[in-house]
């Protein structure tokens, strides 16, 4: 068919052109030789080169001995394509580099194939229709010696069509990048394969080999989408790597709620395959309890003693509705450990502090009190002194009560401002709430249930630091908008000075700067669990401090 313009010296000339795109090939990619896969890539392209080099140069050598020496050569360098391209399939799939012992015994046939062929003993290699013509054209019958056929043909085309199955079960599996890569090397596949069984069916003249050619031209289509694309990109591996040495066991569930996969910590988690077990099971065989309180915890009874662990599962959804689950155990022994040992901690302090000294510091205030009642000069100066300290640190010992009683609560309440100052009204002092004057909107607040704390705490500040001789006068304002509302706390005084706000901005006390005492703690407190925002402003006239505070939909206005 293709005889009339295919001529020997054409087909040579084809041939040798096909082991230019090898080349580029392997110049192409060896900078990304250290990545899983390439190298067998370029040795594959490297092999369909030397094919393409090797067939065109016997055919073009007249002389009939130097061709069958060039040719045993040939004959090794076809299973070397397949094993190579066997090779790149593993590594490209599974991501991980092939043993060297796996790698040598792939090779080894080809190893007894070349050595033999040297001396073709009991024909073994070569046949007697096996011959080159006077003008050095190799004649040779595609099923020739038995052990020519099992490593050229049966064991070459094994390999190859193995790895087709791996890059078909690549392709339903993927997609994207990776997808776009298994298509190029399947494009290269159904290249070699074409061309295969072209020469095969002798379409082509004996002289011409187009498998070497057409694969290494088509190798060219790969090697783009590695330099466009990358091949195995760090962030699959990465992916696949970080899922395997996170310390948290975890579990892919499938839709049938049995675990089909889990890193190393999962599997771990039991003495057998947790393959194939329903996670309820897993997690019962190991339970020692629950947390009532929270059925989102669990301990279990594991080789390193008793560890506690939250869990945490996320859906998958994949293809035509099928779901599946991602079931995550992170240990939090040390946080629940730590948390136990602070509220023991909270406990004691809050005990000793709230009773026991605040039940001796009253008794100190009220010898001192005797004291200064009963003396007169500097004995009853330093006795006020110890009643007035006294009484201090027992007012301090009950907004700690408070403070407690304010992170107690996690949630807000949507009330009206009213409602909280007439919570401030009843519990302040009579002479105090005279310094007082309100002028607030009719608003409502989204804000801590006990947000009159913190109202009752400013107004009590404002009016404590007075100093001077103008009469104490403290206003409550309001400022309103469509989204918040601003409650403004101002005073006539002096007003604090910026450390005792500048300890709060700083969200902690240290030895160099700290407050003279806990009640701004407590309002810092309750407008933060407010998720409001405080700031203050000190000028000549007085002190302003500023709450601003989410505001509901305004329909809710009462």
Not at 264 to 293: C, F, H, M, N, P
Not at 381 to 407: F, P
Request: proline share 4%.
């Amino acid at each position: 068919m293709f005889d009339r313009w295919l001529t020997l010296e054409i087909s040579i000339a084809l041939m040798y052109l096909g082991v230019i795109p090898s080349v580029v090939n392997c110049c192409l990619l060896w900078k990304e030789r250290d990545k899983p896969g390439v190298i067998w890539f370029i040795l594959s392209m490297a092999t369909g080169g030397l094919w393409a080099l090797l067939f065109a140069t016997f055919t073009l050598i007249p002389d009939p001995g130097l061709t069958l020496a060039v040719a045993n050569f040939f004959w090794v360098s076809i299973p070397t394509a397949a094993v190579t391209f066997f090779l790149l399939a593993y590594e490209f799939v599974f991501k991980q580099t092939v043993p060297s012992t796996v790698v040598a015994a792939l090779f080894s046939p080809l190893a007894v194939l070349f050595v033999l062929s040297w001396s073709n003993p009991y024909e073994l290699v070569f046949t007697t229709a096996y011959y080159v013509t006077a003008d050095g054209v190799l004649h040779f019958p595609m099923f020739d010696g038995p052990l020519k056929v099992l490593v050229t043909q049966v064991y070459g085309y094994l390999l190859v069509f193995l790895a087709a199955g791996m890059f078909v079960g690549e392709l339903l599996r993927t997609n994207g990048t990776q997808r776009r890569q298994t298509v190029y090397l399947l494009v290269v596949f159904s290249m070699l394969v074409g061309s295969t069984m072209v020469k095969v069916a002798g379409v082509v003249p004996i002289y011409f080999d187009p498998t070497s050619v057409l694969y290494s031209f088509s190798g060219l289509f790969f090697a783009y989408s590695i330099r466009e694309h990358g091949l195995l990109k760090f962030v699959p591996v990465a992916r696949e790597q970080t899922f395997d040495e996170i310390t948290d066991p975890i579990f892919v569930i499938g839709s049938s709620g049995h675990i089909v996969d889990a890193n190393r910590a999962g599997s771990q988690l039991s003495d057998q395959s947790v393959i194939g077990t329903k996670i309820e099971q897993l997690i019962s065989e190991s339970a020692v309890s629950s947390d009532e309180q929270d059925t989102g915890v669990i301990k279990l009874e594991l080789d390193g003693g008793t560890r506690i662990f939250s869990i945490e599962a996320s859906e998958i959804v994949y293809g035509r509705g099928v779901t599946g689950k991602i079931v995550v155990l992170s240990d939090i022994t040390a946080l629940k450990e730590r948390e136990e040992e602070l509220d023991l901690l909270k406990q004691v302090l809050s005990r000793i502090f709230r009773h026991n000294i605040r039940n001796d510091l009253n008794v100190i205030a009220g010898f001192a009190a005797i004291i200064r009642d009963s003396t007169n000069g500097e004995t009853a100066r330093s006795a006020d002194r110890i009643h007035t300290r006294s009484m201090k640190v027992v007012d301090q010992a009950a907004k700690a009560r408070k403070i407690e009683t304010v992170l107690s609560y996690a949630e807000t309440d949507q009330r009206p401002l009213e409602e909280y100052l007439s919570k401030v009204k009843q519990n302040m002092p009579a002479e105090l709430l005279s310094c007082v004057s309100f002028a607030v909107d009719d608003v409502v607040l989204d804000a801590h249930p006990r947000f009159d704390l913190a109202l009752t705490e400013l107004i009590e500040n404002a009016i404590s630091h007075h100093s001077g001789e103008e009469p104490i006068a403290v206003r409550v304002t309001t400022d309103v908008s469509p989204t918040d509302v601003t409650i403004i706390v101002e005073d006539n005084g002096p007003g604090l000075p910026p450390s005792e706000f500048a300890v709060l901005e700083a969200g902690e006390e240290t030895d160099l700067e700290h407050g003279s005492g806990i009640g701004l703690w407590l309002v810092y407190w309750i407008v933060s669990r407010s998720n409001g925002t405080l700031s203050v402003q000190v000028s000549d006239s007085g002190t302003e401090v500023r709450i601003t505070l989410n505001r509901p939909d305004s329909t809710s206005d009462v």
